[in-house]
């Protein structure tokens, strides 16, 4: 079973995850594009961002959920910001990360591994489409925009 | 009603005589098996469980199918369970959902063949599974705010049922369950009070002891279910009962229910608040009927004011597009009016679930439970710090009153003024309204050609196919990101029926089952966008739909995992410094994945899938809704992003 509450709280885990990383541990701004050289292997990387389930919070191409992909944190200017981020409290603290995203500790993600991860990441490039280029959101909205009166013809009609 | 007799009653008779016959030898039914255990025999040790008697092979012969039936040897001209059925019939009740139970197969043939036509109002329909039943009838009484009936075989039934009954009272649907209980028959099947395992969740149950009172009691379930706080009834038949002769008694006339309103001084009050207004505002929740949202837009219309509604997230709230919904031209409101929700002024609120906890002791027992204090995402939250107490009162049932007063209040003067101010609130509810959308779309590109499908793009791709329907969302949509909520346009008491009440699962697909029984002669098209993990909770409600042809688009968002608790439990592997690679097991649904489009042709229904290309979707989706609206259920397998 899955509680409203429980999915409230993941509600305010994702956003909290968000807030976290953009104050965290990276101080370069909301960059675009790594500032030191990627240096592990995405093929590596991507074996792993699927086995410790990273693609359940942030999707399989980290578009979607809790996206980064055209929003890169701060935490993922560079392998070290994003290996400090990573780990937060995990190797002095675990039960108290210093976000709501689960820390990793040395122990259960080696540098290596984050590394590789890292560069698996760092191959998402922004698919979706601009706005203006995708017919049917537009359509959406195009409808939208037609005065209201009609929308509502109907809905306060008997119902049987 | 047949005298009951405390060593063998005529039903266990019978029923052995019929056993007994068709196997070729002389019955006998031994005392042990029809008579109610005493506390010493029942009793092993201090603490020990009471002991039921095991099943007899006559007993286990009957329940099987090996036997002759009982019921032609007995004859009566105007059986009980007929009455019982006509009571049903003048309350307008349109269905009834069960899986068989020979505890209620005298009320079973009543429904099938009594009438002029027979089954037909309440039509039976098949479940299969008790769970199912009753969120089918959860699920109808939220798409039109009244019941429909689910039948429940004995003490089995009944738990079987358990965990739906708890949600819909959680949900306050009203649902009218009846019990079929018999007492000569399997004892671990009967209880001397059937209703108590349910109680605690159940707004009000009976067990009447005479024919005349079973048709009295389940008027009064009936009402109950209705009165708010509406919620689920359950009557106990015996079988004895159903199969009596019911001779010249008569069918009691049905009188419904009296609900209290609004006194008329608070609705002069209110009136006058409302005409008195620069710019008056109506925070319109959740209410009971369609004809409470009716009175809602009148009111609103009459006075010129702005409305909020819930229409995005539960059924009976104001119309999303109506011109007076949004903040309107200003968001300074000098007197705002709370319907089903707390307001600034003045709100009137009907008893909730903790007014059930002072009901009749003596009928009802140890009371109601109501959400825990202190839980987060309770209906309706918690007042503002500065709102005035509500009165606890219907606002459904007091709305004409007001309506009333409004009319006899208004003057020329102010009804100029009000519709002066209702083009302004138009002009600015529909520009909030685009602003709104226009950011919202910006956001649900996001991934919009991913593979797997972006949920965002099965709600976009979902709504131009059916904006010109008649359509209803009726399944939660907060597991696949809640994208109808900004995508689409709520306008009808029942375009989105909301969460699961409880929070648990399997509710989806049996719910959407209900609201496509509300759908069906209604001329409208019900949405399920079903999450994978909850499907497999009871998907034979899927053959359900497909027997009864039942107008329902099922649009899988088939993350394949219980997606939720993948995601709490990698948190608690990480913060315990585990890793998260093991995160997946027992939360997944993999090795093998599974395949929901075979799973619905198994059950007989149109299908197809997994899609995995978002191009492929669209086109999916409108053979989706074509054969929905040729009354054919359909669906759909969409391999999704997680979230």
Known sequence: ?160 | MAKKNDSLNRRGFLKGAAAGAAAGAVSVVTPATVTPATPAETQVGGNAAPVVPAPTQQQLARETGAVRPPANVRAVERPGSDLMVQVLKDMGLEYVAANPGSSFEGLQESFINYGNPPNKTPEFITALHEESAVTMAHGYGKAEGKPMIALLHGTIGVQHAAMSIYQAYHDRSPVLMIAGRDEGFIAAHTAHDMAAMVRSYTKWDAQPKTLAESLTALQRAYNEAVTPPTGPTLVVLDTELQKEEARELKVPAYRPPQITGIDSTRAREIAKGLLDAQNPRIAVGRLRTPQGVKSAVELAELVGASTSTTATNGPMSFPQRHPLCGPGASTSYDYTLGLETPGAQVSLIGPGLATLLSRDSANIGFGGITPAAGGRGGRGGAPAANANPPIQVDAETSLPAIIDEVKRQITADKRRGIEERKAKHAEANQKAFVEALTQAVQARRNGWDSSPVATARIYAELWPLIKNEDWCLASPSGFSGGHNVQLWEHNKPYSCLGGQGAGGMGYGAPASVGAALAAKSRNRMVINVQTDGDLNYAPGVLWTAVHHKLPMLTVMHNNRAWHQELMFVEYMCGVRGRGTDRGHIGTSLREPFIDYSKMAAGYGMASEGPITDPTKLAAALKRGVDSVKRGEPYLIDVITQPR
Not at chain 1, 32 to 45: E, F, I, K, L, M
């Open chain 1, 1 to 160: 079973m899955v509680s409203k509450t429980f999915f409230i709280v993941a509600i305010v885990a994702l956003v909290a995850v968000n807030q976290a990383a953009q104050r965290g541990g990276g101080g370069n701004g909301n960059t675009q594009a790594p500032t030191s050289p990627v240096t592990g292997s995405s093929v590596s990387g991507k074996a792993l961002y699927y086995s410790y389930s990273c693609y359940a919070c942030h999707g399989y191409n980290g578009e979607t959920g809790r996206a980064f992909v055209g929003n890169w944190s701060s935490n993922l200017a560079s392998e070290d910001s994003f290996i400090r981020f990573l780990r937060g409290r995990a190797n002095v603290a675990p039960l108290t990360p210093s976000t709501s995203m689960p820390n990793f500790a040395e122990n259960t993600m080696s540098d290596k591994q984050a590394k590789d991860i890292y560069a698996y990441i760092r191959t998402f490039k922004a698919a979706q489409p601009e706005v203006k280029n995708i017919p049917l959101l537009n359509q959406i909205v195009e409808d939208a925009s037609k005065p209201s009166e009609n929308k509502v013809r109907g809905a306060t009609r008997p119902v049987k």
